[in-house]
């Protein structure tokens, strides 16, 4: 079988994780407060913040941004589910607009005609670590005095030329950036997330609440040669990572260049196999944009059903994914379209991922271009 996706993992991590046992610290501790650091100098972020997961680093960015009842945060509906509900724990409302269908990102001239006085913040997401329109939405975003959250759950590594020049995605050219360590995405620390930022006070406001808003860390306390009796200034989560996965994502880190290099050259193998294939629509990747590949999408042509290529791929042991969904379309926001998400949808219904990870060999990426070749052609 061909996987979809394969951790990038071996003895390094294993041997890291092991010494975070051993030491007796296995919970936020020494590790975290490192891989923090390191990650924060990797994307040039001044501050970063290691959580359990990215949907607790979302809902975290929303609360620092005071979204709440009333509020409304415009998003994509093609992204995964946990976009929107992490809008909606904080009682705010997601607007749904649709995606640019070159890019699957959203689409800034979309988010411009959503733009209402009950707005409060975009939540844009870097699909399938493919770098969204930032300079547009930014520029949207200081207009109309809004919050700018980059949900960079797939887009570690990923880098986008702004400004003049190259920045790794998670600079924060918004206010907040979330990233996700799932074992999908390019590295991984099993479960867990970072937020990174350049505003000391939203970095100060992640780390309070992280710890049920506890005024002194556990480092702090621990280290202390001093009796330190803690409070607890406002209601806050438990959303701290541990130890361990921040061991592992430290060693993760350190691989994430060779990674990328690999992923990249990956995607270019499957430009070359699969470029001739009538009405087959391959990834497009602006000039402006460097992708860490995080997953190869391709389009289907239109006589071809997804899920018969699926099942057919399936029986003859290579792994895909359906494109990436549309929360519109699921039960608890089936109410709450307001704009054509012709697109998101037409993304969803006619697009497959392709498996993609550091680890494919030549001989199964050309199994995978062959096996689709042959499928698309018994189709026509």
């Known amino acids: 079988m061909i996987p979809i996706a394969l951790p990038f993992l071996g003895t390094d991590e294993a041997d890291a994780a092991r010494e975070a046992v051993l030491s007796g610290w296995v919970s936020q501790g020494p590790q975290v407060l490192a891989f ?78 959503a733009i209402t006085p009950r707005t409060r913040a975009i939540l844009a997401v870097h699909q399938m ?12 975003a200081e207009q109309h005095g809004l919050i700018l959250i980059e949900d960079a759950a797939c887009a570690a590594g990923s880098e986008i030329h702004i400004d003049g020049k190259w920045d790794r995605v998670g600079k924060a050219h918004g206010h907040i950036t979330c990233f996700s360590f799932h074992p999908r995405k390019v590295i991984t620390t099993g479960e867990g997330g970072m937020l990174t930022t350049s505003s000391a006070e939203f970095d100060r406001k992640f780390k309070l609440l ?38 592992i994502g430290r060693k993760q880190l350190g691989k994430l260049p060779d990674i990328i290099s690999r992923r990249r050259k990956l995607a270019d193998g499957y430009a070359e196999l699969l470029g001739n294939i009538e009405g087959l629509r391959l990834p497009f990747e602006p000039e402006w944009a460097r992708s860490n590949w995080q997953s190869y999408c391709v389009r289907l042509p239109d006589r ?77």
Do not use: W
């Not at 670590?129 to 949207?140: E, F, H, K, N, Q």
């Not at 018969?308 to 399936?314: A, C, G, I």
């Not at 697009?351 to 271009?369: F, K, S």
């Open 36 to 113: 923090e650091r390191e990650f924060a100098a990797t994307v040039g972020a001044s501050y970063a913040t290691a959580v359990s997961n990215c949907t607790t680093a979302l809902h975290l960015a929303l609360v620092a941004a005071n979204i709440g009842p009333g509020d409304e945060v415009i998003t994509a509906s093609h992204s995964f589910i946990a976009t929107a509900n992490c809008i909606k724990y904080c009682g705010g409302t997601p607007v749904f607009v649709d995606v640019d269908p070159d890019t699957y990102n959203i689409d800034p001239a979309r988010v411009a005609e």
């Open 129 to 140: 670590g493919m770098p969204c329109d930032l300079t547009a939405l930014r520029t949207l």
């Open 210 to 247: 992280r710890q049920h808003g506890m005024s002194v860390p556990d480092t702090v306390r621990h280290g202390s040669a001093q009796v330190i009796f803690e409070d607890y200034l406002e209601v806050g989560y438990n959303y701290r990572m541990t130890d361990m996965q921040a061991a």
């Open 304 to 380: 071809a059903d997804q899920r018969t290529v699926m099942q057919s791929m399936l029986d003859q042991g290579i792994a895909t994914r359906r494109g990436i969904m549309c929360s519109h379309r699921e039960m608890p926001y089936r109410d709450q379209v307001k704009h054509d998400l012709t697109q998101s949808e037409l993304a969803q219904d006619r697009c497959i991922l392709l498996p993609l990870y550091a680890q494919m060999t030549e001989d199964d990426q050309v199994r995978v271009a062959d096996t689709l070749t042959k499928e698309l052609k018994r189709l026509s």
